[in-house]
């Protein structure tokens, strides 16, 4: 039985920065603005989630020198579970039969697929 509650995945902006990445497949550094407007504290929960294996983190040469940061295979085994609770929370998901339902309309009124 776990008796300690306390994970990685429980740093400030883990769930968000690995659910954008699965999203995404790969993601720069910059981009984790959309996350939050601390920069700072975005990237040390990132360099944090590579350290335990979670993400790769690579430099890509253009115009300048890119952060590019990906999952592992781990990462995208906890990205997918993520990505399927958020769809549940935002009710995107039948959770009981694990179908995608009809989209809502701002006022919560269902929409036809077509």
Do not use: C, W
């Amino acid at each position: 039985m776990i008796t300690d509650y306390q994970s990685p995945l429980s740093s400030r902006y883990a769930v968000d920065i690995i659910a954008l990445i699965y999203e995404n497949d790969k993601i720069m550094a910059t981009d984790m603005l959309r996350i939050a407007k601390n920069y700072k504290t975005v990237i040390k929960t990132a360099d944090e989630l590579v350290e335990l294996g979670i993400m790769e983190m690579h430099l890509e040469a253009g115009r300048r020198l890119m952060k590019i940061y990906e999952l592992t295979p781990k990462g995208k085994a906890i990205g997918k579970r993520m990505f399927e609770s958020r769809e549940i929370f935002y009710g995107r998901m039948d959770f009981e039969d694990g179908t995608v339902s009809e989209s809502k309309d701002k006022k919560g009124k269902k929409r036809s697929k077509n």
